[in-house]
């Protein structure tokens, strides 16, 4: 038998019951919890994983910090979507707590407001400068997404039309500020479309 200070339980498990003589067949199983020192680094409080950005801007809730083997790399989410520590993954700016949504956004949902059922209504409000983007506001919280290609937010409409029918011109999708910043990586969607959640890891 191994002598690992890491197992920490022995347990048995009914795999199967014979029905014709009621005998169990049991298997016993070890079972291991395997845990990495934490070794930290100066740039990471582990050798491998998601963490907070120690440099990010104060309500840069999107930045985050992807450490390998030690060595620490500034990422970003995609826009619209804020590191969320307790998942190590990339989530609704509103999933998190220490993120100050309204800041980060940079945009403040009108008063809540619900039908007689007592369901939130949703409002969609235009992102200023960009005719692919727009605010989604439900229950009094605010979520930045994007059409899908080919079609733009229509202000008038409150949703998304084909492009052709919006006069917007000739305007780029807008990253996040953080990710012209040197050494930082981006996703390659700058946006979450409307139709997609967040995804499950930040990269």
Known sequence: MMNDPTRVAKIS???????INNMKIVINVNVFVLKEAAQPTKDCPHQFGYFPSSAAAPNDCGQYRM??????????????LAFNPAKASCDWPNNVPSCNVDAFLAFKCPAAS???????????HRYEGNCFAFYSCGAGQSRLLSCDVGLA???????????EKVECGIKPVPQQAAS??????SSSA??????????????
């Open 13 to 19: 498990i009914i795999m199967a019951t014979n029905k």
């Open 67 to 80: 450490c390998v083997g030690g060595h620490a790399l500034e990422m970003l989410c995609p826009t619209g």
């Open 114 to 124: 619900y039908d007689t059922d007592g369901n939130p209504i949703v409002t969609n």
């Open 153 to 163: 937010f229509d202000p008038a409409l409150g949703f998304c039309v084909d492009e």
């Open 180 to 185: 012209t910043l040197s050494g930082i990586s």
């Open 190 to 203: 700058p946006f979450i479309s409307s139709t997609n959640a967040p995804s499950k890891h930040p990269v």
